[in-house]
């Protein structure tokens, strides 16, 4: 899954797969400066994907907007795959996420 089309509010979003193809990471990016609440991302596998890297995290000097360090599927279809996670994506930030082990 990747998603390059939201031109719009500045927002893109792509998955890597580990050298374990259970790994997933979801990564994605808000190129502005206004905070996105309820973004849905598509996402092939559900359960709890823990939100590893947070660049706006308090941690890091930002503002501390993020997803409470991970975020649960919901069985609604988006960007082509079964299953999708509600997210709020910083201003300026970049968020990686990665998937449950097995789909759980």
Known sequence: MQDFHNWEESVISFMRRGNN???????VCNFTPVPRHSYRIGVPKRGLWKEVLNSDA??????????????????????????????VLPPLGILFFKSPGRDT
Do not use: E, K, M
């Not at 193809?21 to 990564?27: G, Q, R, V, Y």
């Open 21 to 27: 193809p259970d790994d997933i990471f979801l990564i």
């Open 58 to 87: 308090d941690f890091y000097g930002g503002s501390g907007q993020g997803n409470a360090g991970g975020a649960r599927t919901a069985r609604i279809s988006c960007h082509g795959q079964p299953y999708s996670l509600s997210l």
